[in-house]
């Protein structure tokens, strides 16, 4: 393999997520590696209009507040702070599920009755 | 038999846990915090329910969250471990509310015998002989009173453990301020100010009986473990037998823990710590849960005490008899591995594993939840690791701690490794002739020697 080859495939290997090569032909081979390659970590876009919103805690997901079960479907308008649901904890503990910007509803996660731990993903709202 | 089990601890105990309920046959579910989302129990569990942030306060000492948690997974019952929520009475009484299984003793169990002064009022009763002392909770005349106990006195907290509010006063004059300084420091640690009195026992050693009981009417007391190489009241080597006890000794100490086992109407797995000195035992408290040590004793009788406790929470009658669970096979030693500096007093020093070579062979047993590659959060106890090594006599667990330390490498983080194999050198320890000083004395030994070879002008 020539210099000019292996250029080549160095330009190659930038473009993947992998740190090292190594290629055996017969009794010649060559293997390298890229130290200062960071893995290829797909990072979060912070300017996305997408906002999270995650389980406050270990429960089964019910949509509204107590008594007043009101599901809501994908699209539907929310208002900062307005209670989406809760995550119910046992009889009398409930952790309620807020929405943290105003906007649109764009995606669900969760459905009624689920078991949600903390953390885990129940919507995303559109700003 | 349950089907399900959920694990509420993390680190080396969860993982013991976690091995004895896939032994039995038994689904089970481990509980973790954000930090411990790479530890080790959560992929040696069937499930894993993340149950808080890193704070233990707000993951595994949420019941609200490890209740739910059991909800949702449809856990029949609650192996605790140990510290945590394992000995808090609440908490097994909401187990019981939320109609969830607490493996462990009943609520009222471990509220009286949680409480030091209940305790000791209850093993009166049952004629086990305790440290002089206070009857009560110090109110009146403190001088009085400690004068009639005979100084030095200790000054404990009714609610203490680990230390927390325990303060020597050796004269009279030291009384007052030492009694102050108590109070406060158990105000702060446990909501709770009440302190009581107790003779201080000068070269005392630590040895403990575990006990079994089923409720049922069945208890039964194992060999004793001898804890008495500590530190600030830390245990940092447990073994059994111990060099100190001849086997009429053993014979009362069992017999003292199983009347106070029946005497508190025990269930479950449980020890009772004594002080032993000049060929007395005085008894000072029940840990009314699994103990770090358990290990320990497994390697002696060749018993497992978690499956034990599974079993007797499940409603079964004690899988043994006295006459086994008293059975030496081996003696058997453990080496606590902590994440601390013992160059800079025993500091905690997280970090990350990033290599690992774990030792084995004969007679080794490990226990714990690390990796190469895992970062030890800094949110929790320091325990990285239990080396324990059993074999058939001292002399050769000596050999084997010896050999299995020196195999034990973690890079990365400071360890007290290099601690144990100074006490493995130490003649006293060798010779099985020490009390609870050992370790302070080996310090300042090493600490003295160190100085020297820094500064040999000023040591000459």
């Known amino acids: 393999m020539t210099t000019e080859e292996l250029k080549d495939v160095l330009s190659w290997i930038k473009t993947t997520d992998l740190t090292e090569v190594a290629l055996e032909k017969g009794p010649d081979g060559f293997s390298f590696s890229l130290p200062d390659a960071a893995p290829m970590i797909p990072q979060p876009d912070l300017s996305s209009r997408y906002a999270p919103v995650v389980s406050p805690g270990v429960g089964l997901f019910q949509w509204g507040e107590p008594g007043r079960a009101a599901a809501l479907e994908e699209g539907a308008a929310v208002k900062e702070g307005q209670i989406l649901g809760r995550v119910e904890q046992g009889p009398k503990a409930s952790l309620p599920v807020k929405a943290p910007i105003s906007g649109r509803l764009a995606k669900i996660f969760i459905e009624e009755g689920n078991p949600a731990d903390y953390g885990r993903l129940l919507f995303f709202i559109e700003a | ?460």
Request: proline share 5%; aromatic share 6%.
């Open chain 2, 1 to 460: 038999m349950f089907k399900k089990i959920l694990v509420a601890n993390r680190g080396e105990i969860a993982v013991r846990v976690l091995r004895a309920c896939r032994e039995m046959g038994i689904k089970s579910v481990a509980v973790y915090s954000e930090a411990d989302r790479e530890s080790l129990h959560v992929r040696a569990a069937d499930e894993a329910v993340c149950i808080g942030p890193a704070p233990s306060r707000e993951s595994y000492l949420n019941m609200a969250s490890v209740l739910a948690a059991a909800k949702i997974t449809g856990a029949e019952a609650i192996h605790p471990g140990y510290g945590f929520l394992s000995e808090n009475e609440d908490f097994a009484e909401a187990c019981a509310q939320a109609g969830v299984v607490f493996i462990g003793p009943k609520p009222d169990a471990i509220r009286t015998l949680g409480y030091k002064s209940e305790a000791k009022a209850l093993a009166k009763k049952a004629h086990v002989p305790i440290v002089p002392g206070t009857d009560g909770l110090v109110r009146g005349d403190v001088l009085k009173e400690a004068r009639a106990i005979g100084l030095p006195v200790m000054i404990k907290a009714a609610a203490g453990g680990g230390g927390k509010g325990l303060r020597l006063a050796k004269t009279e004059d030291e009384l007052k301020t030492q009694l102050l300084t108590a109070q406060s420091e158990a105000k702060a640690a446990f909501g709770d100010d009440a302190v009581y009195l107790e003779r201080y026992l000068g070269h005392p050693r630590h040895v403990e009986i575990q006990i079994a009981a089923d409720g049922r009417g069945n208890a039964v007391a194992f060999p004793e473990r001898d804890c008495t190489v500590q530190r600030r009241n830390q245990k940092l080597i447990e073994e059994s037998p111990s060099p100190a006890l001849d086997s009429k000794m053993r014979r009362e100490m069992q017999e003292a823990a199983v009347r106070l086992a029946r005497e508190s109407g025990y269930s479950n797995v449980g020890t009772v710590e004594f002080l032993v000195q000049d060929g007395q035992f005085y008894f000072i408290e029940v840990n009314t849960r699994l103990q770090v040590e358990h290990p320990v004793t497994e390697s002696v009788t060749g018993l497992d005490l978690v499956q034990a406790q599974i079993l007797i929470a499940s409603g079964e009658k004690l899988p043994f008899d006295q006459a086994r669970a008293a059975e030496i096979r081996a003696w058997s030693m453990e080496h606590r591995i902590n994440a601390e500096d013992p160059e800079h007093n025993f500091a905690p020093c997280p970090g990350k594993i990033e290599a690992l070579r774990l030792p084995g062979g004969p007679g080794v047993r490990l226990e714990t939840h690390l990796y190469a590659g895992y970062t030890v959060p800094s949110h929790y106890d320091s325990l990285l690791a239990k080396l324990v090594l059993f074999a058939p006599t001292r002399p050769e667990v000596l050999a084997r701690s010896r050999r299995a330390l020196s195999e034990f490498e973690i890079a990365g983080i400071r360890t007290t490794i290099g601690f144990h194999q100074k006490v493995l050198a130490h003649p006293d320890f060798i010779g099985g002739d020490f009390d609870t000083h050992l370790s302070e004395k080996i310090l300042e030994t090493t600490h003295d020697r160190d100085a020297q070879e820094r500064h040999p002008a000023a040591a000459a």
